[in-house]
């Protein structure tokens, strides 16, 4: 490594000797060019350098080759430091260190780079490997800067019996509060509710420690403010909203490690331009990484991709493309199997072009982010007539239509079956990314269909990381929203006019969207959540009826500009997109043709309304909405008016699952005839699942929330289910009456395991016997047909039989 | 929201067989009607009747089995157990579970269908067994059998009553409360009247003390059955405080009688709730003690009539 600094004639200036600076610079020597490795601090891999002692640095994305002079694979911090420094010594690379760059400028035929010491550099391309690291975010809440709260961990083993809270869900932040478990008591806050930020191999890694007792977490939850306290052992009080409300935290130290955020202003300033005004937004690059700045590159962090192994194989790809060699990136290969299943197409970078084209919905990202988008997903290609998914089937997966289209079949409210064409570009599932909602239609394949399967997990992370996808995919469930109340003639750009305006709000359960007789100034759709419907008779609130996610309210007022003439109110915590009476009754205005259809059909729901609202059921429904079936997905009913008080319900039960029945039969409430036992309704967004520490609660594809072999035990679950139906139960042995005991009507006796085998109490609840061919034991066990199994979708329906 | 009953399960289908059933022995009874009172038995058609009604009484009583033992520890699906444990998270559709049709038929047979079958059957098999007795009876084995057969069914049907009506008699009496629940709240009042009773004349006090001690719940069987008690001493105690309320107007008296009274009241209504749920729960249960023990002596009596012919016939 020579350390000069000849300034004059340099083809290629790489800023910031990090992962992708280093591998840019050893392919320039190996090649050849004459180049300079410009690095503000004192030595290579400063980020790498400050990561905290011992940490074990993962070479994620597994699946990605690499492609890089520098060796990488993963290990510890130090080694892995050691080994660049080796590979890196007896190369021929012109480094310059503790120089900041101060300016870049873009001159006749190249770029002329000032540094601090006030040399100046003259170059004819410039390759910004920066990272991120030099602007770290902050908590952004008054405190932020009190001593103790800081926003790196250099050595965790310099702390001992603290109590630290560790802020952010991502890599850092895991990894952080891992390393400090053992000697601290570490509590990990997410702004969200799932950690789908980090890599899965920390997740993996959280979950083991979270079971082992280690880490104590809270999902969900903001910081308010930081303040110092005096005379107590903690020196901190972190004061956060949580979704139990405010709390505070005392601690010893708070370590925050929110991301940090391009350095904007100095980009800006070097002729850079980026593609929104959000913060996290990343400068627009080309496929070769090229910025609007003609020989101005960008790569890693900056560019919008935060793993060293990404950083490394850019680096080597931004020299090839600057020496104009047709490099192909190192996803290729796995992008090119996905793509050589849709027929007639050779490259990658015809898939990627087609993706664009044909995907308005991802028209936001950039090719790289496509890229990686790509790497996650599932090309499908059914043949014509194959079932994708069927209605009520389970399912977490969201689905694009890139080439061809697919019918969705609905069942409509009067029994008949409405078919809807999806065409090329549009995509469907989005419900499937909502927890637990079963889908709503069946969708079939159409003529040479191409799709692309994204899961879940995968799509999260995109909504999160791309703000205009998640507008995007309202906007368009929106025009759907609009077409189903409107009807098709409408015209695009008047559809496209009323989204414009869309808004979006969250209601806690019980809160009130609006009143029976408030003005009618929206049309609502619900996002996330479910409602129920309300009207006054004689002094009394009575439930009309009730809507899930996906439906939309609120129309009948805004047509007939009437009040209106029911109460809504949110069923579980709900967001909907609400959609303004004025300019919704602008384009009514303007289009006479639509106002009169939809006044007809209007006035042909008011009459089925009246019909429905002779109330006979609206106790039950207020009733079973009180017991959570408004939340539920799958729930218990015993029709009390049948049931002969056999038990043989729990017995089945019990018998099933290793002596204990998952829910009992007396416990529950009634309404009338119809009872509510203690037993699982499968919620949507299952409380259970929150703060299980092995995250042993999982939903399956079918739709089951269970409980797998990996619980401790800690009975978190049992005390978070509101409806009291986890219990901890020690495994019997559940015997099987012989014909003798029968018919002398000998007691059997319920005999426990051998106490040594015992492993302890576990956490048990209903599993819809998940495992048990032919389904639901209690349902199956009922002699009188007495008990049987609702989702709310469906109980409307039976209501009125 | 009120589910179909047994009989209704699967749209009849039971009915519907068992017509069939019926129809097939009457026309095969008046096809072969035995000529000059010969015991009908023995005819060919005679040996099918019984043969099916006795294969009939083996389905009934393996009803009874069935209900009361859960068939075996059913298959399960261990494989899709473990590979759905970890994955469900980040996993696409296109791997998703296909329930097999013919599986769920196998293994998906409800205790309701067994019901309604056994109902059915059961009717069925009162006019087989007529007809295989060709209406003759005498004092021996074979009308021992067949009377059985009547009794055992007979039971059968007031059990169809009481399962259709009680249920939701049960449930309008005692709604949301349950019997240990009433048990407490009456030895509460109890507690209380004693307590409200001690500043009151002797006579009021007796009535209490009798009224805590001798009122009766439940019993023996025909006082479960009656719900009710003769000469109830709460209800004894309620009519006389009313009048003694005219008598005792010294004082602090009436205030406290006000207040026994209300509690009296509100025990009596409880007792009355807690004797109905006895004697409703008793209407619907008792039969089975008959029932079941019949069929097992119908059983007995059924080997011993298949014996009896296949020696000395």
């Given at each position: 490594?020579?350390?000069?600094?000849?300034?004059?004639?340099?083809?290629?200036?790489?800023?910031?000797?990090?992962?992708?600076?280093?591998?840019?610079?050893?392919?320039?020597?190996?090649?050849?060019?004459?180049?300079?490795?410009?690095?503000?601090?004192?030595?290579?891999?400063?980020?790498?350098?400050?990561?905290?002692?011992?940490?074990?640095?993962?070479?994620?994305?597994?699946?990605?080759?690499?492609?890089?002079?520098?060796?990488?694979?993963?290990?510890?911090?130090?080694?892995?430091?050691?080994?660049?420094?080796?590979?890196?010594?007896?190369?021929?690379?012109?480094?310059?260190?503790?120089?900041?760059?101060?300016?870049?400028?873009?001159?006749?035929?190249?770029?002329?780079?000032?540094?601090?010491?006030?040399?100046?550099?003259?170059?004819?391309?410039?390759?910004?490997?920066?990272?991120?690291?030099?602007?770290?975010?902050?908590?952004?809440?008054?405190?932020?800067?009190?001593?103790?709260?800081?926003?790196?961990?250099?050595?965790?083993?310099?702390?001992?019996?603290?109590?630290?809270?560790?802020?952010?869900?991502?890599?850092?932040?895991?990894?952080?509060?891992?390393?400090?478990?053992?000697?601290?008591?570490?509590?990990?806050?997410?702004?969200?509710?799932?950690?789908?930020?980090?890599?899965?191999?920390?997740?993996?890694?959280?979950?083991?420690?979270?079971?082992?007792?280690?880490?104590?977490?809270?999902?969900?939850?903001?910081?308010?403010?930081?303040?110092?306290?005096?005379?107590?052992?903690?020196?901190?009080?972190?004061?956060?909203?949580?979704?139990?409300?405010?709390?505070?935290?005392?601690?010893?130290?708070?370590?925050?490690?929110?991301?940090?955020?391009?350095?904007?202003?100095?980009?800006?300033?070097?002729?850079?331009?980026?593609?929104?005004?959000?913060?996290?937004?990343?400068?627009?690059?080309?496929?070769?990484?090229?910025?609007?700045?003609?020989?101005?590159?960008?790569?890693?962090?900056?560019?919008?991709?935060?793993?060293?192994?990404?950083?490394?194989?850019?680096?080597?790809?931004?020299?090839?493309?600057?020496?104009?060699?047709?490099?192909?990136?190192?996803?290729?290969?796995?992008?090119?199997?996905?793509?050589?299943?849709?027929?007639?197409?050779?490259?990658?970078?015809?898939?990627?072009?087609?993706?664009?084209?044909?995907?308005?919905?991802?028209?936001?990202?950039?090719?790289?982010?496509?890229?990686?988008?790509?790497?996650?997903?599932?090309?499908?290609?059914?043949?014509?007539?194959?079932?994708?998914?069927?209605?009520?089937?389970?399912?977490?997966?969201?689905?694009?239509?890139?080439?061809?289209?697919?019918?969705?079949?609905?069942?409509?409210?009067?029994?008949?079956?409405?078919?809807?064409?999806?065409?090329?570009?549009?995509?469907?599932?989005?419900?499937?990314?909502?927890?637990?909602?079963?889908?709503?239609?069946?969708?079939?394949?159409?003529?040479?269909?191409?799709?692309?399967?994204?899961?879940?997990?995968?799509?999260?992370?995109?909504?999160?990381?791309?703000?205009?996808?998640?507008?995007?995919?309202?906007?368009?469930?929106?025009?759907?929203?609009?077409?189903?109340?409107?009807?098709?003639?409408?015209?695009?750009?008047?559809?496209?006019?009323?989204?414009?305006?869309?808004?979006?709000?969250?209601?806690?359960v019980g809160?009130?969207?609006?009143?029976?007789?408030?003005?009618?100034?929206?049309?609502?759709?619900?996002?996330?959540g479910s409602v129920t419907v309300s009207?006054?008779?004689?002094?009394?609130e009575v439930v009309a009826a009730y809507i899930s996610?996906?439906?939309?309210?609120?129309?009948?007022?805004?047509?007939?500009?009437?009040?209106?003439?029911?109460t809504v109110r949110a069923a579980a915590?709900t967001?909907?997109?609400?959609?303004?009476?004025?300019?919704?009754?602008?384009?009514?205005?303007?289009?006479?043709?639509?106002?009169?259809?939809?006044?007809?059909?209007?006035?042909?729901?008011?009459?089925?309304?009246?019909?429905?609202?002779?109330?006979?059921n609206s106790g039950l429904i207020q009733f079973l909405m009180d017991q959570g079936v408004g939340e539920a997905?799958?729930v218990?009913?015993?029709?009390?008016?049948?049931?002969?008080?056999?038990?043989?319900?729990?017995?089945?039960?019990?018998?099933?699952?290793?002596?204990?029945?998952?829910?009992?039969?007396?416990?529950?409430q009634?309404y009338?005839?119809i009872?509510v036992?203690?037993?699982?309704r499968?919620c949507?967004?299952?409380?259970?699942?929150?703060?299980?520490?092995?995250?042993?609660?999982?939903?399956?594809?079918?739709?089951?929330?269970?409980?797998?072999?990996?619980?401790?035990?800690?009975?978190?679950?049992?005390?978070?289910?509101?409806y009291?139906?986890?219990?901890?139960?020690?495994?019997?042995?559940?015997?099987?009456?012989?014909?003798?005991?029968?018919?002398?009507?000998?007691?059997?006796?319920?005999?426990?395991?051998?106490?040594?085998?015992?492993?302890?109490?576990?956490?048990?609840?209903?599993?819809?016997?998940?495992?048990?061919?032919?389904?639901?034991?209690?349902?199956?066990?009922?002699?009188?047909?007495?008990?049987?199994?609702v989702?709310p979708?469906?109980f409307l329906?039976?209501l009125?039989? | 929201?009120?589910?179909?009953?047994?009989?209704?399960?699967?749209?009849?289908?039971?009915?519907?067989?068992?017509?069939?059933?019926?129809?097939?022995?009457?026309?095969?009874?008046?096809?072969?009607?035995?000529?000059?009172?010969?015991?009908?038995?023995?005819?060919?058609?005679?040996?099918?009747?019984?043969?099916?009604?006795?294969?009939?009484?083996?389905?009934?009583?393996?009803?009874?089995?069935?209900?009361?033992?859960?068939?075996?520890?059913?298959?399960?699906?261990?494989?899709?157990?473990?590979?759905?444990?970890?994955?469900?998270?980040?996993?696409?559709?296109?791997?998703?579970?296909?329930?097999?049709?013919?599986?769920?038929?196998?293994?998906?047979?409800?205790?309701?269908?067994?019901?309604?079958?056994?109902?059915?059957?059961?009717?069925?098999?009162?006019?087989?067994?007529?007809?295989?007795?060709?209406?003759?009876?005498?004092?021996?084995?074979?009308?021992?059998?067949?009377?059985?057969?009547?009794?055992?069914?007979?039971?059968?049907?007031?059990?169809?009553?009481?399962?259709?009506?009680?249920?939701?008699?049960?449930?309008?009496?005692?709604?949301?409360?349950?019997?240990?629940?009433?048990?407490?709240?009456?030895?509460?009042?109890?507690?209380?009247?004693?307590?409200?009773?001690?500043?009151?004349?002797?006579?009021?006090?007796?009535?209490?003390?009798?009224?805590?001690?001798?009122?009766?719940?439940?019993?023996?069987?025909?006082?479960?059955?009656?719900?009710?008690?003769?000469?109830?001493?709460?209800?004894?105690?309620?009519?006389?405080?009313?009048?003694?309320?005219?008598?005792?107007?010294?004082?602090?008296?009436?205030?406290?009688?006000?207040?026994?009274?209300?509690?009296?009241?509100?025990?009596?209504?409880?007792?009355?709730?807690?004797?109905?749920?006895?004697?409703?729960?008793?209407?619907?249960?008792?039969?089975?003690?008959?029932?079941?023990?019949?069929?097992?002596?119908?059983?007995?009596?059924?080997?011993?009539?298949?014996?009896?012919?296949?020696?000395?016939?």
């Amino acid at each position: 490594m020579a350390n000069q600094s000849s300034t004059e004639g340099i083809r290629i200036a790489i800023v910031g000797a990090g992962p992708g600076g280093l591998s840019a610079a050893l392919r320039a020597a190996e090649l050849g060019i004459s180049h300079v490795l410009i690095e503000a601090a004192p030595n290579i891999a400063n980020t790498i350098r400050r990561y905290q002692k011992g940490k074990l640095v993962m070479s994620e994305p597994r699946q990605l080759p690499l492609r890089s002079s520098l060796s990488f694979t993963s290990g510890i911090r130090e080694d892995l430091l050691r080994t660049w420094q080796q590979e890196l010594a007896d190369r021929d690379i012109n480094l310059l260190t503790g120089d900041p760059v101060t300016n870049i400028q873009r001159q006749h035929d190249g770029f002329l780079i000032s540094l601090s010491s006030g040399h100046h550099l003259t170059t004819e391309c410039v390759v910004l490997a920066i990272g991120l690291q030099g602007n770290v975010r902050k908590l952004g809440v008054p405190g932020e800067t009190l001593p103790n709260v800081q926003y790196q961990l250099d050595d965790p083993d310099e702390y001992r019996s603290e109590t630290i809270a560790v802020i952010g869900g991502g890599d850092a932040g895991v990894e952080n509060a891992l390393a400090l478990t053992g000697h601290n008591r570490v509590i990990l806050l997410n702004r969200q509710e799932e950690f789908t930020t980090c890599s899965e191999a920390n997740f993996q890694r959280l979950r083991d420690a979270i079971k082992a007792g280690g880490i104590e977490t809270q999902v969900n939850t903001s910081v308010v403010r930081v303040e110092a306290i005096t005379g107590s052992d903690a020196p901190l009080s972190l004061v956060v909203q949580s979704p139990q409300g405010m709390e505070r935290i005392e601690c010893h130290r708070i370590i925050a490690r929110l991301g940090a955020t391009p350095p904007r202003r100095m980009l800006e300033g070097f002729g850079i331009r980026f593609p929104s005004d959000d913060r996290a937004a990343v400068p627009q690059l080309s496929e070769r990484y090229e910025s609007n700045v003609p020989g101005l590159y960008i790569i890693g962090a900056l560019a919008g991709y935060p793993l060293i192994k990404q950083a490394l194989n850019q680096g080597y790809e931004v020299i090839e493309y600057i020496q104009g060699n047709p490099v192909e990136p190192a996803d290729q290969g796995l992008l090119l199997a996905k793509f050589l299943r849709i027929p007639d197409l050779p490259t990658v970078t015809e898939g990627i072009d087609l993706l664009r084209a044909n995907l308005p919905l991802f028209a936001p990202l950039t090719t790289l982010q496509l890229r990686e988008f790509m790497l996650d997903s599932e090309v499908l290609t059914p043949p014509s007539g194959e079932v994708i998914f069927r209605r009520n089937d389970y399912g977490n997966s969201f689905f694009s239509l890139l080439r061809g289209a697919v019918e969705i079949h609905i069942e409509g409210q009067d029994g008949k079956k409405v078919i809807i064409k999806l065409a090329q570009g549009d995509f469907f599932g989005e419900i499937g990314l909502l927890s637990g909602r079963r889908r709503s239609a069946t969708v079939v394949a159409g003529n040479e269909c191409v799709l692309v399967e994204t899961p879940r997990r995968s799509m999260l992370k995109l909504l999160d990381a791309v703000p205009g996808v998640q507008r995007k995919l309202d906007e368009v469930a929106l025009r759907r929203v609009i077409r189903g109340c409107l009807g098709a003639s409408l015209a695009e750009s008047e559809v496209a006019h009323l989204v414009q305006a869309a808004k979006s709000r969250q209601f806690a359960v019980g809160e009130v969207i609006f009143n029976e007789g408030d003005e009618s100034d929206a049309l609502y759709m619900i996002r996330k959540g479910s409602v129920t419907v309300s009207r006054k008779s004689n002094d009394k609130e009575v439930v009309a009826a009730y809507i899930s996610a996906g439906n939309y309210f609120g129309e009948m007022g805004l047509i007939s500009k009437t009040p209106r003439t029911a109460t809504v109110r949110a069923a579980a915590p709900t967001e909907v997109i609400l959609l303004e009476a004025e300019r919704f009754n602008a384009v009514l205005d303007q289009n006479p043709s639509v106002r009169r259809e939809v006044t007809s059909r209007y006035l042909e729901g008011v009459r089925s309304k009246e019909a429905s609202t002779s109330g006979k059921n609206s106790g039950l429904i207020q009733f079973l909405m009180d017991q959570g079936v408004g939340e539920a997905t799958d729930v218990l009913l015993i029709d009390y008016s049948k049931c002969i008080r056999c038990d043989n319900c729990e017995t089945a039960c019990a018998e099933l699952h290793d002596g204990t029945s998952r829910f009992s039969r007396r416990a529950g409430q009634t309404y009338e005839q119809i009872h509510v036992p203690a037993s699982c309704r499968h919620c949507e967004h299952p409380r259970c699942m929150k703060d299980c520490p092995p995250d042993a609660i999982h939903r399956s594809i079918n739709g089951e929330v269970y409980i797998t072999d990996a619980c401790i035990g800690c009975g978190n679950c049992q005390s978070n289910c509101p409806y009291g139906v986890i219990q901890m139960a020690e495994k019997t042995q559940f015997q099987r009456p012989s014909l003798l005991h029968l018919i002398f009507g000998m007691k059997i006796k319920h005999l426990p395991q051998n106490p040594l085998a015992s492993e302890g109490k576990k956490a048990v609840k209903c599993d819809m016997c998940r495992d048990i061919i032919g389904g639901s034991a209690c349902v199956r066990a009922c002699p009188t047909g007495a008990a049987f199994r609702v989702n709310p979708e469906d109980f409307l329906t039976m209501l009125d039989k | 929201m009120e589910q179909p009953s047994f009989l209704a399960y699967r749209n009849y289908r039971y009915l519907k067989i068992t017509g069939l059933v019926i129809t097939a022995a009457l026309i095969a009874y008046l096809l072969a009607r035995p000529a000059g009172g010969a015991a009908y038995g023995g005819t060919i058609f005679g040996y099918a009747l019984g043969i099916a009604s006795a294969l009939i009484v083996l389905v009934l009583t393996w009803y009874g089995i069935r209900k009361r033992r859960p068939p075996k520890v059913p298959e399960r699906r261990e494989a899709d157990r473990r590979k759905f444990a970890d994955t469900d998270a980040t996993r696409c559709q296109s791997n998703r579970r296909v329930i097999n049709a013919e599986e769920s038929w196998r293994h998906g047979t409800t205790l309701q269908g067994w019901l309604s079958m056994h109902v059915y059957l059961g009717i069925a098999l009162v006019v087989l067994t007529s007809l295989h007795a060709g209406f003759r009876v005498g004092w021996n084995i074979h009308t021992l059998a067949y009377v059985l057969v009547l009794l055992v069914c007979l039971s059968g049907l007031y059990g169809t009553y009481a399962y259709l009506r009680y249920p939701r008699l049960i449930t309008e009496n005692i709604g949301e409360e349950s019997l240990d629940d009433l048990l407490l709240k009456i030895s509460e009042a109890d507690e209380l009247a004693t307590h409200r009773a001690t500043d009151l004349p002797s006579e009021v006090k007796t009535l209490v003390s009798r009224a805590c001690r001798d009122t009766r719940l439940g019993g023996k069987f025909i006082q479960q059955i009656s719900g009710r008690q003769h000469d109830c001493p709460t209800k004894l105690a309620v009519e006389r405080l009313r009048e003694l309320g005219k008598e005792l107007v010294d004082g602090d008296q009436p205030r406290l009688i006000r207040d026994l009274y209300t509690v009296l009241l509100q025990k009596q209504r409880l007792v009355d709730m807690v004797r109905k749920e006895i004697s409703l729960n008793a209407r619907m249960r008792f039969w089975l003690y008959l029932h079941a023990p019949l069929s097992i002596a119908l059983l007995a009596a059924l080997l011993a009539h298949i014996l009896t012919i296949l020696i000395y016939w």
